[in-house]
């Protein structure tokens, strides 16, 4: 029977069409299972470090006497900053339990107060020195494990000898509730303080701080540097065999391990200039390196797509090349490059690799004050805090995670509202 | 005209990235730096902290690079430019001291902080073997003698090796080759586990280079897995694997000992009282080292190792101690802080 082409498309539409609607379920299952990976992390994540937002406080009433703190009445500051604090804490502490009287009882008894008492007693009466001779009430964090205790992460159910916290431990932790003394509040230790090795206390400021120095130093670099690598490539260069040879390796630089340029760093900056260890100074020169290659890719892209229209325009009303270039290709070029900027940014936000060499994988409990003084960064923090034995790290790190993860999103949405509100199409 | 500032904006940034590059050299420093093992790091910050909110001085940074690390930054040299202490989880070597020499630091003090015990853990529950060091390294040993000859470990169940240990697949999950803990593990169970095998024996006798090799290979058919550094992560694979077992510090079992339990080894069972009296055999001492020659450059050194021997920190009651590190016997703590108080220099170590 003669078939006419007609009735063959017509014979193989059906199988078309099915295999058209696979095609496209392919598509959504695969955006499906990403969405599923995606919710997973962000539900595990929040599960586990939304608790630590919330601190488990003991209220105590602390009378600052005279004897222990300024004996001989001079109020001199090195007096106030030396004196026995942790003994008027205890002090306070044990007069809720009158009955425990043995040392070593006593001992577990003051396991509950966190030495964040004491500074903040300590903290309290340097700045106000009328304190002295009254009565402080003082609310602060209790130690990590009966903040472990008041989440319910502790089984309870468990025998004695397996826990770290004693039935009697215990028992006065649930007395001191039932007197009204232990309440939630948010957590500010969290985002006022560097890390600590004591949970309560660990707080991601100093990391952040760190963070935040080492990418101004990154932007500061890498921005002014990729951008004007950017111009002269895509506006000035000619076209030979040098210049293919620069492309190339940029896009080559663009591909190598983040940890290679950590090493370079450390032969680089700390070898050759004497550079500072764990200065984000440092941190930021390796980050920028690393973020070049993304913002000069970037950069070159947004300059080529500024239709050569607006260039000759320029050019024939009579600019000469570096005011075409600055009044009107680079600030419609602008938009595109940020967005690279930013992108470039978040990654570098993100990386722990190339700053272990440099050392700034390390405990610092002060607050970074400038770009040379000794800092980590926030995954590094993340890393730090997650290979800790103490339980109550890991919801912190989920925090610090979940922090980390805040920035990056904002980040990220910066860099794709700033392409959609001021990108043109020609 | 938003070209002009622009176009100054961009050659200010350009001198600016020359100008941060060239200046900036190493200054004098008023904050102790230490680098070196992981293992003690939980400690030596334990006691940094303590240290800058305790005293005058500034908090130490400390920083986790690994003992062998560690030790290369502290041997580099002398100056503010390098680091002060290093702490390690084993006894420095001889060529590492030699290094040392080479480039200046010649005056060290060791200084031995405590112990450390390895433990084999399981989760909670579970049926709890007493291994002995043979067993462990006829389970994990890649090549293992059986009838005089080395053959790939043919042993599947724990009970295939002695009957009496619980009938389940061997499975181990333990750190990767980097970590100070592996090496720990190899020293102290591989090795003296084989050598109660005759053969093995022999073998060290009459070839020791192929004795080292196959004592610190370790099984890649799966009953060996390597889980990376991270000591949580075991703890928790743990509990959802309940027929494996997992090689970790002592301190995390400590923090974990509602999760996990560890198994006895040689009949001694994981405790801060056996591992301290050396009847829990798989433990290992733990060191810093200071560099003399600092003690009068950087402001608080002396105080620091000071503060990190005294009884308040590594004393039997000690906040190392609700850490998880096992003290020294009192009398040794007492003349180890003597003598690192007064920085006495270190002789050449032998090996």
């Not at chain 1, 058209?20 to 539900?43: H, Q, S």
């Not at chain 2, 020499?101 to 902080?113: K, L, M, N």
């Not at chain 2, 053959?151 to 009496?164: G, L």
């Not at chain 2, 000690?318 to 690192?340: F, K, N, Q, W």
Request: charge should be neutral; charged fraction near 20%; include cysteine.
């Amino acid at each position: 029977m003669p078939r006419n082409i007609t009735d063959i498309v017509r014979a193989g539409l059906k199988k078309r069409y099915r295999a058209e609607a696979r095609f496209r379920l392919y598509g959504i299952t695969a955006i499906l299972a990403a969405l599923v990976l995606l919710f997973t992390l962000f539900v595990t994540i929040v599960s586990q470090g939304a608790s630590a937002f919330v601190a488990t406080e003991l209220t105590l009433s602390v009378p600052v006497t005279a004897a222990v703190v300024d004996p001989e009445g001079t109020r001199a500051e090195a007096t106030l900053s030396g004196a026995n604090y942790r003994k008027l804490v205890l002090d306070a502490l044990d007069a809720q339990f009158p009955d425990v009287q043995d040392r070593i009882e006593r001992r577990k008894l003051h396991a509950i107060v966190s030495d964040g008492a004491t500074y903040d007693l300590r903290e309290k009466v340097m700045a106000n020195p009328a304190l002295i001779g009254t009565t402080v009430t003082l609310t602060t964090p209790v130690a990590s494990d009966f903040d472990m205790l008041a989440k319910g992460q502790v089984d309870v159910s468990q025998p004695e000898s397996l826990r770290r916290l004693n039935d009697r431990q215990i028992g006065w932790f649930n007395t001191l509730k039932e007197r009204g003394l232990v309440s939630f509040g948010l957590d500010r230790n969290l985002f006022v303080n560097a890390d600590s090795r004591q949970p309560e206390l660990a707080g991601i400021f100093g990391a952040l701080m760190g963070s935040l120095y080492t990418l101004l130093v990154t932007l500061a670099l890498s921005f002014p540097m990729g951008v004007a690598a950017a111009v002269y490539l895509e506006e000035y260069a000619p076209r030979n065999r040098l210049t293919d040879i620069i492309e190339v390796n940029i896009n080559n630089l663009a591909a190598v391990p983040s940890i290679v340029f950590g090493l370079l760093g450390l032969a680089i900056f700390l070898g050759f200039f004497g550079l500072p260890r764990s200065a984000p100074l440092v941190g930021g020169l390796v980050l920028s390196l690393m973020t070049l290659p993304t913002i000069i890719i970037a950069a070159r892209v947004a300059l080529q797509s500024v239709p050569p229209s607006i260039r000759e325009a320029a050019l024939g009303i009579g600019a000469s090349k570096m005011q075409t270039v600055l009044h009107h290709v680079l600030p419609l070029a602008l938009p595109g490059i940020m967005t690279g900027t930013i992108i470039g940014m978040a990654r570098a936000l993100g990386e722990t690799a190339p700053l272990l060499m440099i050392g700034m994988v390390a405990f610092i409990a002060d607050t970074p004050e400038g770009i040379l003084s000794p800092s980590t960064v926030l995954p590094v923090q993340i890393y730090i805090w997650a290979d800790s034995p103490e339980r109550a790290f890991l919801e912190r790190m989920s925090a610090a995670i979940i922090i980390l993860l805040t920035f990056l999103v904002i980040m990220n949405t910066a860099a794709v509202w700033l392409r959609r509100k001021f990108e043109r199409k020609w | 005209m938003i070209g002009k500032p622009f176009g100054r904006v961009l050659g200010a940034a350009l001198l600016l990235s020359a100008v941060v590059l060239s200046a900036a050299p190493a200054q004098a420093r008023d904050q102790i730096r230490i680098v070196g093992s992981s293992t003690v790091f939980p400690f030596s910050t334990a006691v940094a902290e303590h240290f800058g909110r305790m005293t005058p001085f500034r908090t130490p940074v400390v920083e986790a690079t690994g003992s062998g690390g560690g030790i290369k930054l502290f041997c580099s040299g002398v100056g503010v430019g390098y680091p002060d202490i290093v702490n390690s989880s084993r006894p420095i070597k001889r060529s590492e001291f030699e290094a040392c020499r080479a480039h200046g630091v010649d005056r060290i003090t060791e200084v031995r902080v405590g112990f450390d015990g390895i433990v084999v853990a399981s989760a909670r529950g579970t049926p709890r073997p007493d291994f002995t060091r043979k067993d462990l390294f006829l389970a994990l040993a890649r090549e293992v003698p059986v009838d005089g000859r080395w053959i790939p470990n043919p042993w599947t169940r724990w009970s295939d090796i002695r009957p009496e240990l619980p009938s389940v697949a061997i499975e181990l999950l333990g750190p990767p080759p980097t970590s100070g803990t592996r090496d720990a593990f190899l020293e102290l169970v591989m090795e003296p586990g084989c050598l109660e095998i005759p053969a093995c024996q022999e073998l060290k006798d009459t070839d020791p280079a192929s004795f080292a090799l196959r004592t610190a290979a370790l099984r890649e058919d799966g009953r060996f897995i390597d889980a990376g550094e991270n000591d949580n992560l075991i703890v928790q694979k743990l509990e959802a694997n309940r027929s494996a077992f997992g090689l970790f510090g002592f301190s995390f079992l400590e923090q974990n000992a509602d999760k996990v339990q560890g198994a006895m080894i040689e009949g001694a069972e994981p405790t801060f009282e056996s591992i301290s009296s050396g009847a829990y055999t798989v433990s290992r001492s733990l060191f810093f080292y200071v560099k003399n020659a600092h003690a009068g450059i950087v402001p608080g050194l002396r105080e620091f190792v000071e503060a990190f021997t005294g009884p308040a920190a590594s004393g039997p009651e000690g906040y190392l101690a609700d850490r998880g590190l096992i003290p020294l016997p009192e009398a040794e703590r007492e003349a180890t802080a003597r003598s690192a108080r007064d920085l006495v220099p270190m002789a050449v170590p032998e090996d």
